[in-house]
């Protein structure tokens, strides 16, 4: 897509710090990073969310994104990886993966709240049936 950011990267019309690249994905550390090492990997497809990104193309994506893990974990001594899929800036499917140490001082990601009583099962059973529904 002409005006993406991403398949700009991915054609090398706008320079990026490219750490893997294979026939279906690539992967290049974030300009604004939360971390040092903070990553993002993009099927070389443009699919705007993940909800509208075939699943064989998510499925790829995301086994990528595990055998990055390993060597981010190592090459910057991160306790573990965070992945998320935000959906909110890049309108170009993406999964972040930052490297974290157990006491590194980030926040969660998402502010936490507890359900008023009675709540999580009407959640849970609306969820449910829309699941049942094919
Ligand atoms: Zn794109």
Redesign the pocket.
Known sequence: ?ES?I??KIIARQIPAEIIYEDETVLAFLDIHPTKPGHTLIIPKA?HKMMIDTPENIVADVFVKAKRLMTPLKQSLSADYVALSVVGVDVP?FHVHLIPRGTLDGLADFWLRKKYPEGEMQKVGKKIREKIGKK
């Open positions: 897509m993406c991403f398949c443009h170009h």
